[in-house]
């Protein structure tokens, strides 16, 4: 698979995070690792692209997460030609 992101760096971070087993974990390493401003964006990111799965319109998004219009514009071009990341976690979210 051709990445723009894939080098020995960022094959650590993931190997690092498939080690962690539960939410308080998720929770102790992403704050040790990450800036408040830098989790609450992916998790705004995230949330944008459930709610664009689920159909729902911009300003509905808006509304409920804060985004800018362009940061919506840039998850729904991930989940539309992006690697598919979105859709795999999402698919096996469901099936939990």
């Known amino acids: 698979m051709a990445s723009k992101i894939r080098d020995d760096n960022t094959d650590f971070l993931f190997d690092a995070i498939l080690q962690l087993k539960d939410r308080d974990e998720c929770y102790a390493f992403f704050e040790d ?6 989790v609450k964006a992916m998790a705004q990111r995230i949330a944008v692209a459930r709610m664009l799965s689920d159909k729902k319109v ?8 804060g985004a800018s219009t362009a940061t919506i514009s840039r998850v729904n ?4 030609y992006g690697c598919g990341g ?6 096996r979210m469901e099936k939990e």
């Open 33 to 38: 690792l990450c800036t408040v401003p830098e």
């Open 58 to 65: 911009y300003n509905d998004i808006v509304r409920l997460t």
């Open 77 to 80: 071009r991930s989940l539309s």
């Open 86 to 91: 979105y859709e795999i976690v999402f698919n």
